[in-house]
């Protein structure tokens, strides 16, 4: 077999010559995982490495063609110290979020450095081109790059802030070393040695019936497989959901597939074997059927139905409803009314969802890039018919989650191959598979009619929001509950009405992303209010803080907040920008011709967590001999931070520097059940369990010295020292009791947020709070 002889980090490095990627070799046979892998096909550039001194995609790079060249990854940049300032500036500018893309970032960004040592930004933007992120809008990534090229840049210390002053600091991220290394672990980046590869086989087609041919003779016949697994194999129940009462998707369908990509078996074996598997040699025969793919097909006449039960093809209906319409529709000087229609969108993670399983006894391991450790611990025991408890779910950094990573994915097909097979078993997903088989924003049309009075006074809105929730329910039934409450925005009105109907297509699963359906009615009625605000000869911001909601104002569903709504001030805080990008863009479109300039604003709420329903959460802290304190917290970080704001509400509820706290993320065995970290809900609620669980601790810790609640505390190695009322003592916590985790003091505690069911017409107290934004763009069209 011939060989290639390359130069790798600095030292001489062989391999297989083939025409194998060179970012697989680096990650499956060099253990070099730092270069990620999104796309497989030159697109994301987050398996950046340089060639030469060049930045290029080493999953379009062949180590067939390395003879003698030079390749730097990111732990050989790390290793030698050359992009010491850029992690250090990307640590500061909170440009690492979840990190996957921050390999290929640094490493184009050194590339650039090395030709262009001081970057404008323009050039900056240029050389990190080709990698592209989906968490941080890029601008921070920019600063940083800027800031670390910049000689006369101050090189700010990371010191963090003083005990006490920890919430609203401005801290690096408690996990931020990792992601600038390249060391921290995501779903693809571990699996034990020898595991076999899943791969699965899903449908070519929208809507189409099925039969299965000799599956025995397919696994004879090809080497290296070891099995086919279809929903025979299944020990508990084919379905999962991430809403119980409305779970519908099957881990394999039986007979007829329901959307193109869904899956209806699974290969395993070797990896080699996986690699060269043909899926067209699949023994399986396929009728094509004539799919619904829109609301109006699916609620024709006649139309197919997808499932049983499900009249119409309609999952489910809601709506809120509060004052008299009529009366305020007629009391309405000016009515504007519109349609208004949003696309599928596919989340683009750069991580595709990945994992492994291993069976471990009679129990299950299952390491994986999820949003939801403890449901999906939930479903995989009801899919294997376990016990509560026989499965432990240990999640990985996620690289980007933004909602598609809530619902299951690799996890069924990695743990039933595993649990049968008594041999680890991983899976990462294409980029095509990623995008065919994982859920999607609904597709929606909203018609919207609102009225007010001359004066620019809301007085009524009436909305009907239709939903495509493709082929199973996934979060579809969020559109019915959470929809209805935000679909009116931060707003004041005599009367209101909102309708909302999720419907099954053959289209792909529509499940969460960034809102779960309150986007797709937000801007329909912000476009809305930029209309209705010029049929009332108002300034479009003035229109909005005239008749922006308030505190001790009943919202739509008569929920009243005696604090904590700050809309107005973040309509205020554009006003001054507003104003003078209106003033510019006038300057410019009075004598432009090919370029002119428009300004644009919207505001928006999002209620926390759950809607109307309970959603707790459980922090678990305690004090080590050692002198650390250690922050048991199950809320999965998927870039949002939900490590580093625990830590800072931890260190000041316990009162003391960030530094003493370890922080021990998500793990079911480990650490009690955070809930899921979707609907924005992670700081608030878990926040809350964090504050209770760290506040309680510290009053067991001043009970321990003997102190007053002003005590101050210092935790230092094996020490607990107390200044209290000018004196000052030690508790040497190596000499008490500990637990088998060297716990010397530990506390629990639950946060469940203080919210009501909602009654017929949709009133009650859905949220126990809400987050309010305003935003503004200025966009030049040619
Ligand atoms: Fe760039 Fe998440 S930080 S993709």
Redesign the pocket.
């Known amino acids: 077999m011939s060989r290639v002889t390359f130069e790798l980090n600095g030292s001489p490095t062989t391999v297989e010559r083939s025409a194998r990627r060179l970012s697989q070799v680096l990650r499956e046979d060099l253990g070099l995982t730092g270069t990620k892998v999104g796309c497989d096909a030159g697109d994301c550039g987050a398996c950046t490495v340089l060639l030469d001194g060049e930045a290029v995609s080493a999953c379009m790079t062949s180590v067939g063609s390395l003879d003698r060249r030079r390749v730097v990854t990111i732990e050989g940049l790390d290793a030698s110290g050359e992009v010491a300032a850029l992690q250090r500036a990307f640590l500061l500018h909170g440009?690492?979020?979840?990190?996957?893309?921050?390999p290929g970032?640094l490493v184009s960004a050194a590339a650039l450095l090395r030709t262009t040592p001081e970057p404008t930004e323009e050039e900056v933007k240029d050389g990190l081109g080709g990698v592209?992120?989906?968490?941080?809008g890029y601008r921070p990534?920019v600063a940083a790059v800027l800031s670390a090229s910049d000689p006369s840049a101050e090189d700010q210390p990371m010191a963090g802030p003083p005990a006490g002053k920890a919430v609203g600091a401005r801290v690096a991220r408690v996990d931020g070393r990792a992601k600038v290394r390249g060391t921290d672990v995501f779903g693809d980046d571990e699996a034990p040695e020898g595991a076999l590869v899943a791969s699965v086989i899903r449908s070519p087609f929208h809507r189409a019936e099925f039969e299965l041919g000799d599956l025995d003779g397919f696994v004879s016949a090809t080497p290296g497989i070891e099995a086919v697994f279809t929903a025979s194999d299944i020990p508990g129940r084919n379905r999962f959901g991430v809403i119980p009462a409305t779970a519908d998707q099957p881990v394999f369908a039986q007979g007829c597939a329901r959307f193109r990509g869904e899956a209806i078996a699974m290969v395993v074996g070797e990896a080699s074997a996986i690699a060269d598997l043909d899926p067209a040699a699949f023994p399986v025969t396929w009728t094509e059927l004539p799919p619904v793919m829109t609301i109006e097909e699916a609620t024709a006449e006649g139309a197919p139905r997808l499932h049983d039960g499900r009249e119409g093809n309609v999952l489910i209906r809601g709506h809120v409803r509060r004052g008299d319409l009529d009366a305020a529709f007629a009391s309405a000087e000016v009515v504007v009314e519109a349609e208004f229609e949003t696309a599928c969108i596919e989340h683009a993670?750069?991580e595709p969802e990945a994992g492994f399983a291993e069976r471990i006894g009679d129990r299950l391991e299952v390491q994986v890039c999820t949003q939801s450790p403890h449901l999906d611990r939930e479903e995989l025991e009801a899919i294997l018919g376990l016990e509560e408890g026989a499965v432990r779910i240990r999640p990985t950094a996620v690289?980007?989650g933004f909602g598609t990573k809530l619902d299951l994915s690799v996890q069924p097909y990695v743990a039933l191959a595993a649990w049968h097979l008594r041999r680890p078993v991983r899976l990462a997903y294409t980029r095509p598979e990623s995008m065919t088989s994982t859920t999607k924003r609904h597709p929606s049309r909203m018609r919207l009619r609102a009225g007010a009075t001359r004066r620019g006074r809301l007085v009524a809105m009436d909305v009907v929001g239709e939903f495509n929730t493709g082929a199973y329910a996934s979060w579809g039934a969020t559109v019915a509950n959470r929809v209805p409450v935000h679909a009116g925005g931060p707003y004041v009105y005599d009367a209101y009405r909102a309708r909302t109907v999720a419907v099954h297509t053959n289209g792909p699963v529509a499940g969460a992303m960034r809102g779960f359906g309150v986007p797709q009615s937000t801007i329909a009625q912000e476009c809305l209010f930029d209309e209705l605000a010029d049929a009332v000869g108002l300034d479009r911001l003035e229109f909005r803080l005239r008749n922006a909601l308030t505190a001790g104002v009943p919202t739509v569903t008569g929920q009243v907040f005696a604090s904590g709504v700050g809309y107005r001030e973040c309509l205020e805080a554009l006003r001054p920008v507003w104003e003078h990008a209106r003033t510019e863009a006038a300057a410019v479109n009075a004598t432009a011709r090919v370029r002119r300039r428009g300004v644009g604003l919207a505001g928006m709420w999002y209620g926390c967590g759950n809607t109307a329903l309970p959603n707790p959460s459980t922090i678990r802290v305690g004090l080590h001999r050692d002198g650390h304190v250690v922050l048991f917290q199950g809320a999965v970080d998927m870039?949002q931070g939900a490590n580093t704001v625990m830590t800072q509400i931890c260190a000041d509820a316990v009162g003391i520097e960030m530094e003493r706290i370890r922080t021990r993320g998500a793990d079911t065995d480990t650490t009690p059940d955070a809930g899921k970290s979707s609907a924005s809900r992670q700081t608030f609620v878990s926040g809350n369990a964090t504050y209770l669980a760290g506040t309680r601790l510290r009053g067991q810790l001043l009970e321990l010295a003997g102190a007053s609640g002003e005590a101050h505390l210092e935790l230092e190695d094996g020490r607990l020292i107390v200044h209290n009322r000018g004196a000052t003592s030690e508790v040497r916590l190596g000499e008490l009791a500990s637990d088998a985790e060297g716990l010397v003091a530990v506390v629990q505690e639950t946060f469940e947020p203080p919210t009501t069911a909602l009654d017929e017409d949709g009133q009650g107290d859905p949220y126990a709070q809400f987050g309010y934004g305003a935003h503004l763009t200025e966009l030049e069209v040619d």
């Open positions: 440009a690492a979020q979840c990190g996957i893309c921050t970032m592209l992120c989906r968490c941080t990534i993670c750069i690289g980007g870039g």
